[in-house]
């Protein structure tokens, strides 16, 4: 038996978690900081790093009490050092540090990206590379081919805005505020997803990158088409059109991915991996091509410490230990 604490500080929230043997989460404490950050209309670096060192030992600890283990019974400590905002990072990575110093713990940095392809182990006990991965969130949209458990190769990325940012901004364009993902999902259960045909940009049968800075423009390029005639915008009908633009994108590109490899197992992780939109026509798409579809349950998908614990797992049976003197990388490349 196993046991990695996790802990992850890199954006918004500040979450610690027990994992057992890299699927078994016997606790999983998130703190989020959405309600203080939906004042501003997104995440502000200064605040998230100071609610960080207000709360995360209160998390870690929590973490410890609701999985019924001791830091002495812990095997390893992991916590996220790249990609995110450097000042969230260095608060995990600093109380990191300290636990690992202070017990003689194994100290395991996590590239974040990691670990939320791992995430998909916890939901699904049965996924093993070789697998296509699409990591589709707030700052990324990537299909990775994963060859083994810590070996990736990029076959495919966005090239401006990552689909989460995507949707970020195109809320506030249609004035539904922050978090943009998950309102605008909401907002399309009420919509049509073909009242307007929004580009989808595709560079080629040979190539599997993204593009959504157009579809973005030109979904404000229509609200104020339609303000200047002084017609109704219907917000449910341009939430669902521009949903339903991403969603086949991602989709189309991701399945191609697959077939060419002659892959049958597809693996979505990141934030944007909670919208229904997206899980509903990956998973009926993939069904006509003979392709699996696993994706972790929603509260994997978004920022947590499981998957930081998952990732590190597989580095600690591999003996893959940081030095103490990490630092955060908050450009950080899992490729």
Request: hydrophobic residues 40%; glycine residues 8%.
């Amino acid at each position: 038996m196993s046991y990695i604490l996790g802990i992850e500080t890199s954006c918004d929230e500040t979450a610690a978690a027990v994992v057992r043997n890299g699927t078994e989460v016997l606790s999983n404490v998130i703190s989020s900081q959405i309600d203080i950050h939906k004042l501003y209309g997104g995440v502000v670096p200064e605040i998230a790093s100071r609610h960080h060192l207000d709360l995360v030992i209160q998390v870690v600890d929590e973490a410890l009490k609701t999985a019924n283990v001791t830091l002495k019974e812990i095997d390893a400590i992991a916590v996220t050092y790249g990609p995110g905002l450097v000042g969230a990072l260095l608060v995990g990575i600093s109380v990191a540090k300290g636990l690992a110093w202070a017990t003689g713990k194994p100290f395991i940095g996590v590239n974040h990206i990691e670990g939320h392809i791992s995430a998909n182990y916890i939901s699904s006990k049965t996924l093993k590379p070789p697998y296509v991965c699409l990591v589709v969130s707030g700052g990324h949209s990537h299909i990775i081919q994963v060859s083994d458990y810590d070996k990736y190769e990029l076959l495919g990325r966005t090239r401006d805005d990552a689909a989460g940012e995507a949707f970020d901004k195109v809320a506030r364009a249609i004035g539904l505020g922050y978090p943009g993902g998950p309102l605008i999902d909401n907002e399309s259960k009420d919509g049509d997803p073909e009242a307007i045909k929004f580009p989808r940009v595709s560079f080629g049968k040979d190539c599997l990158d993204f593009s959504f800075s157009g579809v973005k423009t030109a979904v404000i390029n229509y609200i104020h088409n339609v303000e200047q005639k002084g017609e109704k915008i219907s917000i449910p009908d341009v939430a669902a059109s521009f949903q339903k633009a991403v969603v086949d994108v991602l989709t189309d590109n991701t399945l191609q991915a697959a077939q060419k490899l002659g892959l049958q197992d597809v693996a979505i992780a990141g934030g944007v991996a909670s919208n229904t939109c997206l899980r509903s026509e990956m998973t009926r798409k993939a069904k006509e091509m003979g392709i699996t579809v696993t994706f972790p349950t929603p509260i994997y998908c978004t920022d947590n410490a499981a998957m930081i614990a998952a990732a590190g797992y597989i580095k600690f049976v591999k003996k893959a230990f940081s030095p103490l003197d990490l630092n955060a990388i908050p450009g950080l490349k899992l490729l």
